[in-house]
């Protein structure tokens, strides 16, 4: 049971925009940033979205995160067949004092 | 270039401990705090816990407190995980990760800018 709510799946077609929504509590997405990361099969997860809803180099701009409360959420847009993927949100939660993940919502491109 | 380069794949028996290593390189190694997450096959990630690699100082998660080690050797820049009395329920995916928080003020999650490819831990 993870503390962060994603749902399991999403899937679009090419070309679409795509949202991946990210649940939690005051005590984590609400007083704390919120990064997301992407994880293609059979490898290790990659930074999406850092501090303030930046992208790291080398991250397309298709890729764009925002924050409301105590929800969070990842668009795609202009969605492409390697965008298939899992993706993880991730903050800190002041009460547990770590890093806590969702459990990932795996977009496939139809 | 920035990478973590992990031990290779580990076959292990119920009651038994496992070691997996983390080479860091392209970067100070003592700079920058270093996570180990894991993920159980079809699973989401789970946090271990960090360790600052300048001082040496862990912090674990609560569900393992008693039974992981986090050490690293400056040296050879390469940060350690134990986890002792291993069960079925330990096999998975650990990975370790690079905060892109410096060990020069306190700890501050900032993200996991840099991991390793995974070692695969086995446990039957």
């Known amino acids: 049971q993870s503390v962060l709510t994603q749902a399991p799946s999403v899937s679009g077609t090419p070309g679409q925009r795509v949202t991946i929504s990210c649940s939690g509590s005051n005590s984590n997405i609400g007083s704390n940033y919120v990064y997301w990361y992407q994880q293609l099969p059979g490898s290790a997860p990659k930074l999406l979205i850092q501090?303030?809803?930046q992208r790291p180099s080398g991250v397309p701009d298709r890729f764009s995160a925002s924050k409301s409360g105590t929800s969070a959420s990842l668009a795609i847009s202009g969605l492409r067949s390697e965008d298939e993927a899992a993706y993880f949100c991730?903050?800190?939660?002041?009460?547990?004092?770590?890093?806590?993940f969702g459990g990932g919502t795996k977009l496939t491109v139809l | 270039q920035v990478q973590l380069v992990q031990s290779g794949a580990e076959v292990k028996k119920p009651g038994a401990s496992v070691d997996v290593s983390c080479k860091a390189s392209g970067y100070s190694f003592t700079a920058y705090y270093i996570h180990w997450v894991r993920q159980a096959p079809g699973k989401g990630l789970e946090w271990m816990g960090w360790?600052?690699?300048?001082?040496?100082?862990?912090n674990y998660a609560q569900k393992f407190q008693g039974r992981v080690s986090m050490t690293r050797d400056t040296s050879v820049s390469t940060a350690y995980v134990e986890l002792t009395r291993l069960t079925s329920d330990d096999t998975a995916v650990y990975f370790c990760?690079?905060?892109?928080?410096?060990?020069?003020?306190?700890?501050?999650?900032?993200?996991?800018?840099?991991w390793g490819q995974g070692t695969t831990v086995s446990v039957s």
């Open positions: 990760a690079r905060d892109g928080q410096t060990t020069t003020g306190p700890y501050y999650y900032n993200a996991m800018d840099v």
């Open positions: 360790i600052n690699p300048h001082s040496g100082v862990a």
């Open positions: 991730s903050t800190w939660d002041d009460s547990l004092s770590s890093p806590v």
């Open positions: 501090r303030k809803n």
